[in-house]
């Protein structure tokens, strides 16, 4: 079998359970030490790498990445300029 049908037939991981394996390495990796805005920065982190790969899926168009995020153009546009991406 190749890869690509390897790929095809592997069980799909749900996006949850790559966040939740990153938020415990992220906390493990703060060895006890406190954070505030957790929720602020989670939101922040997830946002930037998604806003980003969904516009280069997008072939950088706007309006197909938003509508594929389920947001309206101008909440992704003010969100591209808040994090510095467009």
């Known amino acids: 079998m190749n890869a690509a049908a390897n790929e095809a037939n592997r069980p799909r ?11 415990r390495r992220y906390l493990g990796d703060l060895n006890g030490s406190g954070t505030e805005n957790l929720y ?12 980003a790969e969904v516009l280069e899926h997008c072939d950088g168009n706007q309006s197909r990445a938003a509508a594929m995020l389920g947001i309206h153009r101008a909440t992704l546009r003010k969100k591209l300029k808040d994090y510095g991406l467009g």
């Open 13 to 23: 991981v749900p996006l949850r359970d790559h966040v939740a394996h990153s938020i």
């Open 40 to 51: 602020e920065i989670a939101l922040r982190e997830l946002e930037i790498p998604l806003f």
